[in-house]
């Protein structure tokens, strides 16, 4: 199973420098867990920069995965993340759903380089 934040849909959907990277993730939704969380990240930046009907078609392309919507025992498990790791409540949310689902967590914020369950493919640097 596989768990792609919402920086790496992004990516994907913007068809940047590792798109094919996170393909690989996004293009198997059999295996793919969506924290319901990502949907509005997604959404909301897909609405802003290209208005409501592609972040809507966008938004049908992840519910191709398993939807998870953010439960009791999953907000906890969050705030134990936010706690022990320092991480944001969003990204907490995101990592608990993947370790909950046993789920690898693909991912281009560097906040999550070098957790245990996490395939980090750093973001591409723009040439300066």
């Known amino acids: 199973m596989k768990v792609v934040d919402s920086s790496a849909w992004l990516e994907y959907f913007a068809d940047g420098p590792h798109a094919?990277?996170?393909a690989a993730a996004i293009t198997r939704p059999q295996d793919l867990v969506v924290p319901a969380l990502?949907?509005?990240?997604?959404f909301k930046r897909v609405y802003q920069q290209r208005g409501e009907r592609d972040a809507l078609l966008t938004?049908?392309?992840?519910?191709?995965?398993?939807?998870?919507d953010l439960?009791?025992?999953?907000?906890?498990?969050?705030?134990?993340?936010?706690?022990?790791i320092g991480l944001p409540m969003a990204d907490s949310i995101i990592l608990a759903t993947s370790r909950a689902y046993g789920a690898t967590l693909?991912?281009?914020?560097a906040r999550f380089e070098g957790l245990a369950?996490?395939?980090f493919i750093p973001p591409a640097t723009l040439p300066q």
């Open 20 to 22: 094919a990277a996170f």
């Open 71 to 84: 439960t009791a025992d999953l907000a906890v498990s969050a705030a134990r993340h936010s706690l022990e």
């Open 117 to 119: 369950g996490v395939r």
């Open 38 to 42: 990502t949907l509005y990240e997604v």
């Open 59 to 68: 938004v049908a392309q992840m519910h191709q995965g398993l939807v998870v």
């Open 106 to 109: 693909w991912t281009q914020d």
